[in-house]
């Protein structure tokens, strides 16, 4: 009995050097060291590409307004595009331009020929690839498709991807996503709920921040 409550006592006192490392460190990450802040209205330029070799996705700047962006995205021949997931504060609109595009929508396949549109509401789980021999161009009418700093986030995490011949595992991605905070809006559909997703970031971000995980590279950024 003794043993036990030793045991005990002991497991007791690590879950509360941990908690107490991580209270710390939120605040040390938060307050004291935050990350430095990004200019998301300066960082893209009309012509700019957004290539991720991962997901089979090449995204050209068209116009950025303020908070807001409008893409050309090139779905290329067979990409598998990205996993399953869901927007918190957007909704995506895909209008094929050209080719014949697939889309998993709350696990139902559909499919998109040219002049076609569909509305991926906030909150739905969604992932666009192509299933065709042909690039697929989508662009949406609406020259506020996409919030910048959304942008943004793509085109470091694009990049990160990239690094990795076959993509970076579950950590090393959700370490990423961490360092990004609120603006990494994309969450994984098949993950945890939206809350505990959001709460793993606020916990990792300070850890990943000291293993060099950053919010900004510059070589990541987008050329012409």
């Known amino acids: 009995m003794k ?62 307004n303020g908070d807001s962006m409008h893409t050309s995205l090139a779905v290329l021949p067979h990409a598998a595009g990205p996993p399953e997931h869901f927007h918190e504060g957007f909704s995506e609109v895909f209008t094929v331009k050209s080719g014949t595009l697939s889309l998993l929508v709350n696990g139902e396949k ?23 021999d042909e690039t697929v161009i989508v662009e949406s009418n609406d020259p506020r498709s996409i919030p910048t700093k959304f942008g943004y986030v793509l085109s470091q995490l694009y990049g990160f991807m990239d690094r990795y011949p076959d993509g970076p595992n579950t950590l090393q991605m959700m370490m990423q996503l961490s360092v990004f905070g609120e603006d990494a809006d994309s969450y994984l559909a098949d993950g945890p709920s939206l809350g505990m997703q959001k709460s793993l970031r606020v916990v990792m971000a300070p850890t990943a921040r000291l293993l060099g995980y950053r919010n900004y590279y510059e070589e990541f950024r987008p050329r012409r």
């Open 3 to 64: 043993r036990l409550k030793l045991i005990l006592r002991i497991i007791a006192g690590l879950i509360g050097l941990v908690g107490l490392f991580v209270i710390f460190s939120i605040v040390i990450d938060t307050y004291v060291l935050p990350a430095p802040p990004i200019d998301h209205t300066n960082y893209f330029r009309p012509g700019d590409k957004v290539v991720s070799r991962f997901e089979g996705f090449e995204q050209t700047v068209l116009d950025v």
């Open 110 to 132: 559909k499919t998109l020929g040219r002049g076609e549109t569909l509305t991926v509401p906030p909150m739905t789980r969604h992932k666009p690839f192509n299933e065709t």
